[in-house]
């Protein structure tokens, strides 16, 4: 019997941008609960929601100043207790998003680190003398560009910080720490959430002594600072594993199928690792290949093929087609191709991750230069690495600020919002929504799509076909990725989705077409 979260479809919310409720131009919780009914007539079975903590807001929420709290622009406790308990009510899970690698400066913990050298606290982040020279003890550079160390004057050390500055990592290698964060995971299992997804899981531990990282031979200026150096020995170290497998056995500890995802860039035979080798760790480390994939047939069936073979025995597949980080689906592909790109995100084996506003077509919206937010953009800017055109406000309706807020949004809304928007699609049958909808109930009703073995069938030219099959059920999925017919050949059988609509032409795919189609038993 599968669980929810591999039967299930998972929902990323970006809570700043999901729904307002004071007029602050940001949203919020109670923003988020009023607008679950959308997320159970779309058919999803959890949301994800990215940091809702106390925070200065350097990284919007990625620089925690308490683990055990919401920073009041999202509400309060109660606020949360609420949310939680109106999601179950629906059937929907909860997952919250936790920042291990590094908190905010402004935490208490770090406060007393920096103070004195003396402090018990010092050990709980990593500390270092500088370089014979006075400089940066070694060559790792941020992942925001620039050094990764700080000079602090006070203590006449640097400290390391994978990101901004304003995000000390703390030290996993230190047992006070490493209890104190286990106890932030209790806390919110206690409270009833449903799990995590995990920032950064394979940044946690660096290598004890330090070494420089290798120079990137393939390093570009425009691939941004932190490609200069490949990050051996700064992420993906083998003691990672057993913290992983720790958070494991905390979640395990819980009734009703708690689940760890974990935030993991890397190569597939390394990523594999995080489903615990010695003992189980994240159920799920994120498969990002189709964030990054060129949009091509033979490719992607490569990388699917190289994906479903790596995975260990149990190890439950997942994939994702965007998030709060990466250019969105609509835009990497064109509108036409995000339709045929949700069908392979929801009919691949896996359970699928689908980040806010692209069930409706959402694209990058271009953000003028005196309304930049992120720090990636101001840090490196004009490289096109800044992530404020994937975090535009949701565009629930026509009224004033697409029904995101009463006040002024914190990010521009895109210049399509009075006709690209939840209400508009939700009367379309042939809109996106419609398609996520339609896409989404044939996952529930059909054990071939949501459990099914996977079986490639073709990958020539613009043509990826795969079959999906559960005892006598068998669902064939046929994607044209091009915007020209292709001959295919269904079998005898019926049409459960089109993403062009109507009824599909026998023996061609039209352009941009991809279809769903349940075959007859032979
Ligand atoms: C990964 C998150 O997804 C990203 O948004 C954030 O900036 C970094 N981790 C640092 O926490």
Redesign the pocket.
């Given at each position: 019997m599968a669980t929810w979260w591999q039967s299930g479809a998972i929902y990323q919310v970006y809570p700043r941008s999901f729904q307002d409720s004071d007029g602050d131009g940001i949203g919020d919780l109670k923003g988020i609960e009023a607008r679950l009914d959308h997320l159970v007539a779309l058919g999803v079975d959890a949301l994800w929601i990215?940091p809702i903590f106390p925070s200065p807001m350097a990284?919007?929420g990625?620089?925690v100043a308490d683990y055990c709290d919401v920073d009041p622009r999202f509400g309060t406790l109660g606020d949360f207790d609420e949310l939680l308990a109106a999601a179950h009510a629906r059937g929907l899970k909860v997952l919250l998003d936790f920042?291990p690698?590094?908190s905010s400066s402004a935490h208490p913990w770090f406060r007393e680190s920096r103070a004195s050298r003396d402090n018990p606290k010092r050990d709980w982040y990593i500390w270092r003398d500088p370089a014979p020279d006075g400089g940066p003890p070694n060559n790792w550079i941020s992942?925001?560009g620039g050094s990764a160390w700080e000079w602090d004057a006070v203590t006449g050390q640097y400290y390391y910080h994978?990101?901004?500055k304003e995000?000390p990592d703390l030290n996993w290698r230190n047992p006070a720490l490493r209890a104190a964060m286990m106890d932030v995971l209790r806390f919110w299992f206690d409270r009833g959430v449903d799990g995590f997804r995990i920032?950064?899981l394979w940044?946690m531990v660096k290598h004890a002594q330090f070494p420089d990282n290798p120079p990137n031979p393939a390093y570009r200026p425009e691939m941004g600072g932190m490609h200069a150096v490949l990050q051996l020995h700064s992420t993906d170290q083998p003691e990672v594993h057993a913290i992983a497998a720790e958070m494991r056995r905390i979640a395990d500890g819980y009734d009703g199928d708690r689940v760890l995802i974990g935030?993991i860039y890397l190569p597939v035979e390394r990523l594999m690792h995080y489903y615990g080798r010695e003992a189980p760790e994240v159920h799920l480390p994120f498969n990002f290949q189709l964030i990054e994939a060129t949009w091509d047939a033979r490719h992607l069936a490569a990388l699917i093929d190289e994906y479903e073979r790596a995975l260990p025995p149990g190890g439950w597949p997942n994939w994702v087609l965007g998030?709060?980080?990466r250019p969105r689906i609509a835009s990497r592909v064109g509108e036409r191709q995000a339709r045929v790109a949700a069908m392979l995100l929801l009919t691949l084996r896996g359970t699928p991750t689908i980040y806010y506003g692209d069930e409706i077509g959402l694209a990058d919206v271009a953000i003028p230069r005196d309304r930049v937010q992120d720090?990636?953009e101001l840090r490196e800017p004009g490289l096109g690495l800044g992530?404020d055109p994937v975090r535009t406000p949701m565009p629930w309706n026509d009224s004033e600020h697409a029904g995101f807020t009463s006040g002024e949004p914190w990010l521009p809304l895109g210049p399509d919002w009075s006709t690209r928007n939840v209400a508009a699609q939700g009367g379309d049958e042939a809109s996106m929504l419609a398609l996520y909808r339609r896409l989404l109930h044939l996952r529930r009703k059909h054990a071939a799509l949501a459990v099914g073995d996977f079986r490639l069938i073709e990958a020539e030219g613009d043509v990826l076909a795969f079959e999906r099959r559960h005892g006598d059920e068998r669902i064939v999925v046929a994607l044209n990725l091009g915007a020209e017919p292709q001959p295919f050949a269904l079998p005898e059988g019926d049409v459960l989705a089109s993403t062009r609509g109507g009824t599909p032409k026998s023996g061609v795919l039209r352009g941009d077409e991809g279809v769903v189609f349940l075959a007859r038993p032979a």
């Open positions: 990215s990284d919007f990625y620089d920042v690698n590094h992942d925001f994978a990101f901004l995000q920032d950064v940044h935030e998030n709060h980080d720090p990636r992530r």
